[in-house]
């Protein structure tokens, strides 16, 4: 209670100061951080300390002996855990919820984002709703009018599965067309469904207290029974879990997955009853694997250890929720009053994009398709921090040739959004030339603060490292590519990967028993496509000098002259040494090519291998774009294999 009566400004140097110390740093230069003055309650009160009964100032003294203890903390061993602004809670209440207008929605149920567009369900009113918030002249659009009672959607692999519970049937979309994919022979009506990265759909099955698997060719199986009113469903990032929310009780029990059957299943939570029961309805799942639970009066939110991390009361009773929006942090709570957004410091867990036919061949975009060249090994977990699981895809060229060069990839999105499916085409493009490629996930800002990023990155580093025989990789020709914010943390990667405080602190994942974890995260060359190398220096300094609201500032979590510190642990440049690893810059003509200049001199005059190339006509991102794509493989091949 203490620690919410300081203003923002003190709770944020409060926040900075324990992450100061979490990443090692010992105190030997100034911190520039506002000074933390007694709360003004203490000063308000300050008469009843003085002239109050007995008990009064045996309170206000504990409080004031607290308040000391914090303060000296702070501001001399920095070793005592300090709450970080409620860094448990994935829920962004510094902006309002907000309700979608548009169009009356009678009885909106399980809705699904792709991308900024979001479907949604009306069970009451027989139809589905595509909102687009971007199409200013058409946001709402009816689709299979009268067709169904349409009671959840999933997006996955490029295309919409809808549950129709009044049909008995799973239906898809096709461009504004909704097709019957299988129908429950013994009038099984599906309640609420979700679909895996290869096709497979998992449906609870309400009245029968079922759970069945449609699998990706249409085969139906019943993979659990005897459940009490199972209502909402979800997967684990990993697709390892499932978990299933059983309306009447008001629990959520977990399993793990396996195609043959389901279970047995384990209670994870329960949630707490009301008048009206506990009403345990939809879910979904973020992407650190938190659980989110429609229930009588709130959504629910728990960890993956079943711990609660925090309620969102709606307006009205919640029925179902989903991530969506341009970042994928916005929850979309379905409401017996609409649809409610709750702007989130969590995010979505993005769909896998289509792995083959028409749909991974998208007009004008690189192809996402899978060739049975390569062995795809998706949502693999490299690193743990706590509870979070880091996940990452794998592509690996299918011969018998040992000791193949690997490359880490590091998409990009302002340090604040994006996922790894962003490097999807790239990795498969690179895979095909001989590379085992490793597309990773870390943490973005909203999330985790830095340093967790570049812990992320270092830890995918050595992941690869340490289960080097596992992929038939040589361990001394592993590389890093990343473009933007990706493009900087890979700088990090190859100008600090001596700095313990950039070192992860989780536990790295060996696939083999008693193999020993890799200490080395170098690569043995890194390209940066568009990224600042210069953090503490230059435009990003620059803005946050200015008190402009920036991406940095949001990724460190507070201005440079609140924390010069970690802006300069984050900045690549200041770290160039004789001993890094060589480095090519790639970039577009009419992105920035100057942001490169003062560290190509810098590599040039210490003796780095290092270049420049500069696409002519290219824009910022270019790297992800058709007409570019294998220019910018051919640029990286070409120096990694100098």
Known sequence: MLYQLYSARQRRSLAVLHRLAASGYNGSTPIRAPIIFPPRPFLRYLPLLIKGPAVYQQVFFRFFILFLSITAAGFTTLSSPLPAADQTSPVDRSRPQQVLEGVELELPDGASAAGGTLFIPDVKARRLWRFQPSNAQNRWRALG?????????????????????????????????????????????PNDLVVDIYGNALVTITREGEVRRVAADGTIATVASGLETPNGI?????????????????????????????????ELARLEPTERGALADGMTIDRAGNVYCCGAAAVWIFNPAGALLDRIETPQRPINCVFGGAEARDLYISTFGGVVVQPMRAYGVAPNPPMSGPAAHPPGRPPTEIPPTLQADLNRVYYREGHRKLLCDLFVPQHDASGMPAIVLV?????????????????????????????????????????????DCNAAVRFLRTNAAHFNVDPDRIYAVGGSAGGHLVGLLATAWDVPELQPTGSIVALAS????????????????????????????????????????HWIGASIDEAPQLYHLADAYEKISSDDPPILFITGSKDNPERDHPSLARLQELGVRTGQIIHDGATHGHWNRAEWMDRVVADIVEFLQQ
């Not at 390892?240 to 047995?264: C, D, F, H, M, W």
């Open 514 to 553: 008693n193999t020993p974890v890799a200490e080395s995260s170098r690569p043995a060359a890194a390209v940066v496509m568009a990224g600042p190398m210069q953090i503490a220096t230059g435009s990003v300094a620059d803005r946050s000098h200015r008190g402009q609201e920036s991406n940095a500032t």
């Open 411 to 455: 998409h990009g999105g302002g340090w604040l959004k994006g996922d790894k499916t962003k490097f999807r085409p790239l990795a498969i493009k690179l895979a095909q030339q001989g590379f085992v490629t490793m597309a990773i996930e870390y943490r973005l800002g909203y999330e985790a603060h830095f340093p967790a990023a570049i812990h």
């Open 145 to 189: 009018e009268g067709e169904g009672a349409f009671s959840a959607t999933f997006y996955q692999l490029g295309t919409l599965y809808v549950a129709d519970s009044a049909g008995s049937r799973i239906l898809r979309l096709e461009g504004n067309r909704l097709v019957p994919w299988v129908e429950f022979s013994d009038g099984a009506r």
């Open 234 to 266: 979800a997967l684990s990032p990993d697709g390892q879990t499932v978990y299933v929310s059983l309306y009447k009780p008001g629990v959520i029990v977990q399993a793990n997955v396996n195609n043959e059957r389901i279970g047995p299943f384990t």
